[in-house]
């Protein structure tokens, strides 16, 4: 699948078939986190790939109760490194560690659609209580929730805004 495509056809899915995904699969995952670009080339974030049914519930309950989060086989979430930043102090706390996080789920959701898997932004959720359930040490700061698995349905592109309305060409 080429890369425009991807980004077209990828979806947010929150209602999943109950199957497996592939080791090679999780490994094409990991990769393209792995490769994403980081402010400073620092790399300030860390994922938690979660397979434990018990744990992916518990994430789900912290999400204010979205138990669609437990149906996939695969849960991640995705952490700031407020640790890994600190030379660049506020601003890298504050901003740079949230590019580097969505950067590297972006390419995660890119990569999850070339290999027929579906993905979705989880932001609502509790940080404390997630934390908590993956016993994250206190430089990690929780920014997403992204469950993985095979979609059960396909939704349709939603309306997107014209050209006009988002891009301003200046000079």
Same mark, same amino acid.
């Given at each position: 699948m080429d890369v425009e495509k991807a980004i077209k056809s990828r979806r947010s899915i929150r209602s999943f078939l109950d199957r497996d995904i592939?080791?090679?699969? +999780?490994?094409?995952? $990991?990769?393209?986190? %792995?490769?994403?670009?980081?402010?400073?080339?620092?790399?300030?974030? @860390?994922?938690?790939? $979660?397979?434990?049914?018990? *744990?992916?519930?518990? *994430?789900? +309950?912290?999400? =204010?109760? !979205?138990?669609?989060?437990?149906?996939?086989?695969?849960?991640? +979430?995705a952490c700031a490194d407020h640790e890994r930043i600190g030379h660049y102090g506020k601003r890298g706390r504050e901003l740079y560690a949230i590019q580097d996080v969505a950067v590297?789920?972006?390419?995660?959701? *890119?990569?999850?659609?070339?290999?027929?898997?579906?993905? &979705?932004? &989880?932001?609502? =959720?509790?940080?404390? !209580? &997630?934390? @908590? &359930?993956?016993? *994250?040490?206190?430089?990690? %700061?929780?920014?997403? $929730? $992204?469950p993985v698995g095979y979609p059960a349905q396909q939704p349709i592109a939603p309306k997107r805004l014209g050209r006009e309305e988002i891009v301003e060409i200046v000079g």
């Open positions: 592939p080791a090679d699969a +999780v490994e094409k995952l $990991i990769e393209a986190l %792995r490769w994403a670009p980081s402010a400073g080339n620092l790399q300030a974030r @860390k994922f938690y790939f $979660i397979f434990d049914q018990e *744990l992916r519930e518990m *994430l789900a +309950v912290a999400a =204010f109760g !979205q138990m669609f989060i437990s149906a996939p086989p695969l849960v991640v +979430v590297a789920v972006e390419n995660l959701m *890119l990569q999850a659609c070339e290999l027929g898997l579906g993905t &979705v932004w &989880v932001g609502a =959720f509790n940080e404390e !209580q &997630v934390a @908590k &359930v993956l016993k *994250l040490p206190n430089h990690l %700061r929780p920014e997403g $929730i $992204i």
